[in-house]
């Protein structure tokens, strides 16, 4: 038996009425409908399904965005095959735990100067003096305070006995 040509078959009067709960949602969140948005919501309810047309405006009221943030949404779902709110949760989990590892893994860098590394015609640059011969004289200056307190530790040693 075929439907009769001005009534709606029961599974056009469902489509409308499942339409209608989401259009009523994005009248209640995103303001007024209008004919073209209405059209793109039709659109992804007829490929993704209501419940995920439904969870991708849910998302985006929570990022405070519009109707295009979700149709964002629905296109890289589209793009990676999500079917069901529990794919999406799976994809939720995975993008932080990829997030949660970029921002611990993390590493500062320092930005050193080129001259702090370089060996040949260093210069001290307090006292203006090549670095090579500071060291040189730390050096003998270093020797000669040994060798004192080596006579002085002599001196106490002898005197002691």
């Keep these: 038996m075929e439907p009769e040509v001005g009534n709606p078959s029961e599974s056009e009067v469902s489509s409308r009425s ?3 709960s989401i259009f009523d949602f994005y009248q209640q969140n995103f303001g007024m ?3 073209f948005i ?3 919501i039709q659109h992804w309810i007829d490929d993704m399904g209501e419940e995920l047309v439904l969870e991708a405006m849910e998302l985006t009221l929570k990022q405070q965005k519009a109707w295009k943030y979700a149709e964002g949404i629905l296109k890289a ?3 990676r095959n999500v ?3 529990a794919d999406v949760r799976v994809l939720e989990a995975e993008f ?3 997030r949660g590892f970029k921002q611990s893994g993390r590493v500062r860098k320092e930005m ?3 001259w702090l590394s370089q060996d040949t015609g260093e210069v001290d640059s307090q006292t203006s003096t090549p670095v090579a011969v500071a060291n040189d004289e730390f050096e003998e200056e270093k020797h000669k305070l040994e060798a004192e ?4 530790h002599e001196e106490l040693k002898a005197g002691k006995e």
Excluded: E, F, G, I
């Design 18 to 20: 499942s339409y209608q």
């Design 33 to 35: 409908l209008n004919p």
């Design 38 to 40: 209405s059209q793109q």
């Design 77 to 79: 779902w589209a793009n």
């Design 83 to 85: 079917r069901t709110v």
């Design 96 to 98: 932080k735990n990829k």
């Design 112 to 114: 050193v100067p080129d």
């Design 149 to 152: 307190l080596k006579a002085l």
